[in-house]
């Protein structure tokens, strides 16, 4: 292969634009910022969906979740994003905290199935 030939198909193809944009078109199934169905953020939404108002001990909203870094991790996005506000009693140790739905995280749960 000649260094000729190399930069006529960079020519032809567009180079790396070419496949920027092709990158940008494609689907994503799972777009920033999106819960998915049976996650543990979709668990945790839709549990403190049933009463709102309350606040939630760590151990409440532990249930039924399968593994508990992924629980660890959700309470820390919804956290992040603004759906849920936490209390701490103690606050040496985070699973001594308490936790309540916000405006923001009630119209979120409400998107949810």
Do not use: C
């Not at 000729?4 to 920033?32: C, I």
């Not at 996005?77 to 739905?101: K, V, W």
């Amino acid at each position: 292969m000649s260094m000729d030939w190399m930069l006529r198909q960079l020519a032809q193809t567009g180079g790396a634009t070419t496949a920027q944009e092709a990158r940008r078109a494609a689907f994503n199934p799972k777009p920033p910022g999106s819960v998915q169905v049976g996650s543990a953020t979709h668990h945790v939404l839709r549990k403190m969906a049933t009463a709102p108002a309350e606040w939630w001990a760590y151990r409440q909203l532990a249930v039924g979740v399968p593994t508990r870094s992924s629980f660890h991790w959700a309470l820390t996005l919804l956290l992040a994003r603004g759906h849920i506000e936490a209390s701490r009693s103690d606050p040496r140790n985070t699973r001594n905290m308490r936790y309540r739905l916000t405006p923001e995280g009630q119209k979120a749960a409400r998107k949810r199935p």
